[in-house]
């Protein structure tokens, strides 16, 4: 049985700050520089949030953000934990703070210097300062390293096992990349992705090339989570959680869950999925449109499988028919995602999400987009969520 | 530096990679017997293969050989470098770097591939081509670049005998602590090591003697790893271990292309293995190409020490 929290909390306002390779300002800043601009899309004072949610990677602390911003008491902070995994986890916490009254307002926010500080890309190498040190000590030693090369040993199985080529991944990459063209707050706005540029591009660890993988990006996402009640008296169409769900598989790791029967079968947005289906009451052939967590090109195509869009062995030949693509069955990173727009460890995601169910993507597609689904990272405890209007 | 100056050092720099250092020259000495045995008593080498004639007429070769790894000494200058070296793109290079402040010098690795035996009166060829120069890295010399060099050594028919990769790091020099002066020896970078805890410890000293041990629950008897205080199947918390023989099967692999990392292989190749005794380990596959390597492909492994601080379990193919 899962929990009931169909409509129970709203998004009321989103917004990031610009993105860049070299923010020039505080994580702290890009925090309440997106935070203020979801409050200015909602039409609230930051006096009104009561409550914060964020990823534990996440540097700065709810009640220096609350000092910044000008806050006032806050009754609830939450933070999730897993990177990538923690992007629809923190909307999770918020959600359930909102549904069970613990707070009335809460921001979800997630602002890093993802390039110009600590990135991403180097992986666990250098000083070891986690708990999770024991972990990555059974694969530093050999060279497995970064996000990259844990990603390529599933996707490398996932290939063996599917026979889908990469030819998959490159038109996720371009597709992906085709959106992030008319976005003005994508790095990669107005340079498309042609063929041999990306057949041509650096290996990273095989079969992930260059423009297989997400940028390192500086910049902030937030958005802000209210009762249904309350979203009815703001400024923007109301856009509800119609379902929210975390999920951890058996024998997970983090990233390195290289010890199950099966190591390609990302079990956990398979749970996650089977729990935003049931507490939503909806389908996949419900879901309109989606924002699929991209930290790599594979990340896409093990979802769609996972969340049904398509079954196992056949995302290849689901995303090499279009169904990505603006008039596609199913418009997905109409952002530009994390590998064109910016790697905000997909909280730019609920961003996007909210804005196709408002209607007001820069990329809507031109059907009507009753529901969108928004997932987190792949290969990490991690989770998904579904938005849709009020009804 | 300013971002601008900084901007047009790197400019100068990278427009040496690639650029010849020098053509195919041959050694001044063709291959003979005192050099070798010159060099085998200096390293200690009593293998008779490369000094003992007679041994080596009934050895399989009908000849002795030169060591491998002497490959690179054949076309060293010798005692005339001490008059001053001739200029070349690579000391062109280097001076560049003296000239911004990057006096440091620092050898960090040597890598050799050997592709075929030369015996006395072989001639070796050498020529040489700057490889690759890394970006800026702040490293604890000081902030610096690595520059590598690739040598090929081929014999008087042209055929390829081995190469040798050289990395440098140019650094500006930092103050260093009174303690790290004097004799100090210099710190190669190795590889990033695993920390040890009470329930990882065990398995990785079993490692450094040479063992490779796979935790086994005392009550259920059911296999685990990575360890872990209590079995998952039972929960019992008593456990002992059983030595695995090293056998196994590629269930996914991968090779790290990027970024490079101080202190591993260039382009280290990492492995899901299934061991015969039924859990899975990630290691390393050595002693064949990438491009040889596929998911089912059979493995046997061997604990090697693979730098001077580090131990680990590496496979071959079976």
């Not at chain 1, 790697?343 to 059907?367: C, D, F, M, W």
């Not at chain 2, 005692?79 to 003296?98: C, H, I, K, W, Y």
Request: contains cysteine; negative net charge.
């Amino acid at each position: 049985m899962v929990a009931n929290i169909r409509d129970k909390a709203a998004i009321v306002g989103v917004a990031n700050t610009a993105f860049s390779k070299d923010s020039g300002v505080s994580e702290l800043s890009l925090a309440v520089q997106a935070i203020k601009g979801a409050c200015d899309d909602a039409g609230i004072h930051p006096r009104e949030i009561d409550g914060f949610a964020t990823f534990t990677l996440d540097t700065n602390d709810e009640i220096e953000v609350a000092r910044a911003l000008g806050c006032g008491d806050l009754t609830f902070w939450g933070r999730s934990h897993y990177g990538g995994g923690a992007a629809t986890g923190s909307l999770h916490q918020a959600v359930m703070a909102v549904a069970t009254g613990m707070a009335e307002c809460v921001a979800v926010f997630r602002a890093l210097n993802g390039r110009s500080g600590h990135r991403y890309s180097q992986g666990v190498s250098g000083e070891l300062l986690t708990a999770d040190a024991i972990h990555w000590g059974w694969y530093t030693p050999y060279g497995l390293l970064t996000p990259a090369s844990w990603t390529a040993m599933i996707t490398q199985r996932w290939m063996h096992r599917t026979g889908v080529t990469k030819e998959a991944m490159f038109e996720v990459a371009r597709c992906t990349r085709e959106y992030a063209v008319s976005n003005p707050n994508a790095f990669f706005h107005g340079q498309p992705l042609d063929r041999d540029t990306y057949f041509n591009a650096r290996m990273i660890a095989d079969p992930l090339q260059l423009f297989d993988c997400c940028q390192e990006s500086d910049g902030g996402s937030a958005i802000i989570v209210t009762t249904p009640q309350r979203a009815r008296d703001l400024k923007q169409p109301v856009v509800t959680v119609k379902g929210v769900a975390q999920a951890s598989a058996q024998g997970q790791e983090q990233m390195t869950s290289f010890y199950r029967d099966e190591i390609s079968d990302v079990s956990e947005h398979r749970i996650a999925a089977g729990d935003c289906y049931e507490m939503s009451g909806l389908r996949p052939s419900d879901i309109d449109a989606a924002v699929i967590y991209d930290a790599f090109t594979p990340n896409v195509l093990l979802q769609l499988e996972a969340w049904d869009f398509c079954k196992f062995g056949e995302a290849g030949d689901f995303v090499l028919d279009g169904n990505l693509r603006p008039d596609g069955r199913l418009p997905t990173n109409t952002h530009g995602g994390q590998l064109s727009e910016a790697y905000i460890h997909g909280v730019n995601g609920l961003v996007e999400a909210t804005r196709l169910v408002r209607g007001q993507s820069v990329n809507q597609p031109g059907k009507q987009v009753d529901h969108a689904l928004v997932t987190s990272g792949v290969g990490i405890p991690t989770g998904g969520a579904i938005l849709g209007k009020l009804d | 530096m300013t971002p601008e100056e900084q901007k047009a050092f790197e400019d100068r720099i990278y427009a040496y990679v690639g650029v010849k250092v020098c053509e195919r020259t041959a050694a001044k000495d063709a291959v003979n017997p005192a050099m070798i045995r010159h060099w085998a008593e200096a390293m200690g080498d009593t293998n008779p293969a490369y000094t003992d004639e007679t041994w080596a007429a009934n050895s399989r070769r009908g000849k002795t050989i030169a060591p491998p790894a002497m490959m690179y000494a054949w076309n060293q200058e010798g005692f005339t470098v001490t008059r001053g070296r001739a200029s070349d793109p690579q000391t062109d290079m280097v001076e560049l770097f003296n000239e911004y402040g990057f006096t440091g010098v620092l050898g960090t690795n040597v890598t050799q591939e050997y592709f075929k035996e030369v015996s006395p009166g072989d001639t070796l060829y050498l020529e040489m081509e700057i490889d690759s120069i890394s970006e800026r890295k702040a490293t604890a010399r000081g902030i610096g670049y690595f520059f590598e060099t690739l040598a090929t050594f081929s014999d008087q028919n042209g055929e390829k005998v081995g190469t040798q990769r050289f990395r440098v790091l140019k650094f500006i020099p930092q103050e260093q602590p009174t303690a790290a002066t004097g004799d100090d020896k210099l710190e190669v970078p190795t590889r990033i090591p695993s920390p040890r805890g009470h329930d990882n410890g065990w398995w990785w000293q079993a490692v450094d003697e040479g063992k490779l041990l796979i935790q086994r629950c005392k009550r259920c008897q059911v296999l685990r790893h990575p360890p872990r205080p209590m079995c998952g199947e039972c929960q019992s918390l008593e456990w002992d271990s059983i030595e695995s023989g090293m056998e196994g099967e590629v269930i996914s692999y991968t090779c790290l292309r990027h970024p490079a990392i101080p202190g591993y292989p260039k382009d280290p190749v990492c492995a899901v293995i299934k061991l015969a005794e039924g859990t899975n380990l990630v290691a390393n596959i050595v002693g064949c190409d990438y491009d040889d390597v596929f998911i089912g492909m059979k493995l046997k492994g061997r604990i090697e020490q693979v730098d001077e601080k580090t131990t680990l379990p590496q496979f071959y193919p079976a």
